[in-house]
């Protein structure tokens, strides 16, 4: 039987094991936002579950309790967080919804490092709440030790499945995760432990003499060193077997499988004409068309000498044409890849009004590393392909369009550039 203090503990752990799967998400989100619904997700029920054993409630009538109240706080949270576009009741039962039936594919769909958006952060948030309430409820209603560890485990194993693109703190993740579930573990083992020594209902209590002279083994199982020698074994044993297995294991050898790559979420443009067919009408054109404007504040950095509409990679013998794959892009972008290492320069400001230039291409001088558009609307979405750096617009019409965008030079040193493919 759990005492008042067991169960707390067990419970609080459980709480701490999800909030540690939960931290998967760092590299999905810009910010640090993101950990408001993962770690509220995760106290929010084990307060629950903490709560109604102790007023002695069935496990079923708390797991009820807590699926009732997942979407309560859910729409709760995303019209008190800032950024996540929701701001009334009606639209947070919506996007609550929308995110218990769909989330996981937006957040697939998301270009990298995602926004806020409500939609992207329900999945986080009903992963937690649910991983939390099962573990909690198995830790209190249980006696295995590694029971209450399944739970967080799929969470984990979920979240780096929405992530896998992005996650960068894998190893540290890891690591973490395995601490915390070797301490629960052994906290429960050790329970056990006393649950077997214990004396059954209705015998009295053997003395310490008579446990010595019956069993001087179950009298050493008693103290607190006895119980740690009991149960540090199944921990280590456990701690040696995970990265062997990890590594037998398909998933651990090679490339690992991306479920973004499995989902052709492009961005609904029309590119199926490259840009340069109409570059020979637009040169010929008298008197000549104002295709866009530009502000450009560059203050110290060195001042960009071209403006770029898109990156064309693929030649067919005829015409040159793109291959991207644009996602919905949040403020912040990812940055080239190629460039590696290689030293930034000064911050470049653009403001940019789209004239008479058609789309789908947005242009910007240099590669962008943050956009501030209009985005809130389906036809307004702006969409990024990391390889090559093109933005593009979902808009039918790109006249009147206006968006800032933020940019850095490269500054290679000589070796970077001798190293360069």
């Known amino acids: 039987m759990q005492t008042d203090e067991e169960r707390a503990a067990e419970v609080a752990l459980c709480c701490a094991l999800t909030c ?5 998400y760092a590299d ?16 929010v029920p084990a307060l629950l579950v903490a709560l109604t054993t102790k007023r002695g409630w069935r496990a079923g009538r708390t797991a009820l309790l807590a699926a009732a109240a997942l979407p309560v706080a859910a729409g709760a949270l995303l019209l008190a967080l800032p950024g996540t576009g929701v701001s009334s009741v009606g639209a947070a039962a919506s996007t609550v919804v929308d995110g218990l039936s769909g989330g996981w594919a ?6 990298l490092p995602a926004d806020l958006h409500g939609d992207l952060l329900v999945t986080p948030l009903a992963a937690s709440w649910l991983a939390c309430t099962a573990a909690a409820l198995l830790a209190v209603h249980t006696e295995g030790p590694i029971v209450p560890v399944g739970p967080p485990t799929v969470a984990l194993a979920a979240a780096l499945a929405l992530t896998v693109e992005a996650a960068s703190n894998r190893l540290a993740l890891a690591i973490a995760f395995l601490g915390v579930a070797l301490v629960l573990m052994l906290v429960r083992a050790n329970r056990a432990v006393t649950a077997l020594t214990e004396a059954p209902p209705g015998a009295a209590a053997p003395s310490a003499r008579e446990a010595r002279s ?8 008693h103290t607190p060193a006895g119980r740690v020698a009991f149960g540090v074994p199944l ?34 443009i029309d590119d199926a004409l490259t840009p340069l067919v109409v570059l020979k009408s637009q040169l010929k054109t008298d008197p000549p068309r104002s295709l866009f404007r530009i502000t450009v504040d560059a203050g110290d950095a060195p001042a960009p000498d071209r403006v770029r509409t898109a990156a064309l990679d693929a030649y067919d013998g005829a015409l040159w044409t793109t291959t991207g794959d644009y996602r919905r892009a949040g403020q912040e972008l990812p940055g080239d890849a190629a460039l590696g290492d290689a030293s930034p320069g000064g911050r470049v400001h653009q403001s940019i ?15 962008p590393l943050t956009i501030d558009a209009d985005a809130d609307a389906d036809e307004a979405l702006v969409g990024f392909d990391p390889v090559a750096g093109n933005l593009v617009s979902a808009r039918t019409s ?8 933020y940019r850095t030079v490269a500054a290679p040193s000589e070796e970077q550039l001798a190293a360069a493919t």
């Open 28 to 43: 999905f989100f810009s910010g640090w936002q993101f950990a408001v619904p993962v770690v509220g997700g995760a106290v």
């Open 106 to 111: 937006a957040m697939l769909a998301a270009g």
């Open 398 to 405: 790109l006249r009147g369009h206006r968006y800032d965008v």
């Open 353 to 367: 009004e789209i004239l008479d230039l058609e789309g789908p291409f947005l242009p910007a001088m240099g590669r």
């Open 235 to 268: 921990v280590v044993g456990i701690a040696v077997a995970s990265p062997l297995a990890a590594g037998a294991l398909p998933p651990g050898r090679g490339d690992r499988l991306d479920p973004r790559d499995l989902r052709d979420e492009r961005l609904e």
């Open 214 to 221: 019956s069993s001087p083994n179950a009298a050493r199982l």
């Open 20 to 24: 540690v799967a939960g931290a998967a």
